[in-house]
């Protein structure tokens, strides 16, 4: 069992930046895959990035690439969000994910979620 909260989101300007926290306890950590996945209102949980268990292999979708940084902690069971270049296209929930599979980037197989964290990027 692993709880995930996140913090770090708000309400910034296009152009801006914000670094995202998800912090986790109870399992190890370093046993997950760590991903992060956004919801606008209406749509579909939508993959962002992903950091594998030791931190060593990442994937982004399209659309981040250049502008968002995963990254994680083992020894503080954190993973990070850094988001630069902010669009208002980027605007969603933003939640974390840890999976026990090596590496996959599809919501269905991530076991647990935190509660997410609003993003709102204003133009």
């Known amino acids: 069992q692993v709880q995930l909260v996140e913090s770090g989101g708000g309400l910034v300007q296009a152009g801006g930046s914000l670094r995202l926290s998800c912090a986790a306890s109870?399992?190890?950590?370093?046993?997950?895959?760590m991903g992060w996945f956004r919801q606008a209102p209406g749509k579909e949980r939508e993959f962002v990035t992903a950091?594998?268990?030791?931190?060593?292999?990442?994937s982004y979708t399209d659309s981040v690439k250049g502008r968002f940084t995963i990254s994680r902690d083992n020894a503080r069971n954190t993973v990070y969000l850094q988001m630069n270049s902010l669009k208002p296209e980027d605007t969603a929930v933003y939640l974390c994910?840890?999976?026990?599979?090596?590496?996959?980037?599809?919501?269905?197989?991530?076991?647990?979620w935190g509660q997410g964290t609003q993003v709102t990027v204003s133009s």
């Open positions: 994910g840890a999976s026990p599979l090596a590496f996959t980037t599809s919501p269905r197989w991530y076991r647990y």
């Open positions: 950091i594998s268990k030791s931190g060593s292999n990442t």
């Open positions: 109870g399992s190890p950590f370093s046993n997950y895959l």
